[in-house]
């Protein structure tokens, strides 16, 4: 219980907001608001036992909103990121977790060009009508280099559900942000 107690508290310090323009950190939610959560992967296999999102999901809802999830990925086919795009200006607020896995001689270190180019159209959609769009970078900090466009931007460090968990209370305002870059981006 020590050992896990330190690493919550490891993991909520460790939250970076990178950029937020406009402040909207922490997200201001009214009860009952209906909120897009796009978990965004590197590629849809090998995640092991967890899907990605699944207790940032979990924590969005436990707050009495109403969350639509939707998965973006290397799999996601052009008529699915269509119909996201077009949906997305029914939601009050969109939180966008994106998850990159550094793996050695993959060549890879980002998102699949078709789901970076959703999320920044999900950007500018959510700017035109002033709806909050947040992301969360869980894994690799560099996957932030392939998103310059997205307004608000928290990293984490991590993957898993402490990670998620933690996440959750920065963006709703439940821990303070206080870590800081290690890298330059």
């Known amino acids: 219980r020590a050992h896990n107690a330190v690493a919550d ?33 590197d590629t849809a296999g090998n995640w092991g036992v967890a899907a990605p999102g699944r207790a940032l999901l979990a924590d969005l809802r436990a707050r009495d909103l109403r969350v639509t999830a939707v998965e973006l990925s290397d799999r996601t086919t052009p008529g699915e990121h269509d119909l996201l795009r077009a949906s997305a200006g029914r939601y009050d607020a969109i939180i966008v977790g994106v998850f990159v896995r550094v793996a050695s001689g993959t060549g890879r270190i980002d998102l699949p060009p078709a789901v970076t ?69």
């Open 117 to 185: 180019t959703t999320l920044t159209r999900l950007a500018a959609t959510a700017k035109s009508s002033s709806t909050p769009m947040a992301t969360v970078l869980f894994g690799s900090p560099y996957a932030a280099i392939g998103l310059p466009s997205l307004p608000t931007m928290l990293l984490t460090y991590d993957l898993y559900d402490r990670a998620e968990r933690s996440a959750a209370g920065a963006l709703l305002g439940d821990t303070p942000i206080g870590g800081r870059l290690p890298v330059l981006l």
């Open 9 to 41: 508290e490891i993991s909520r310090r460790a939250i970076t907001l990178l950029r937020d323009d406009p402040a909207i950190v922490p997200l201001r939610l009214p009860a009952k608001a209906n909120v897009l959560f796009v978990s965004a992967l």
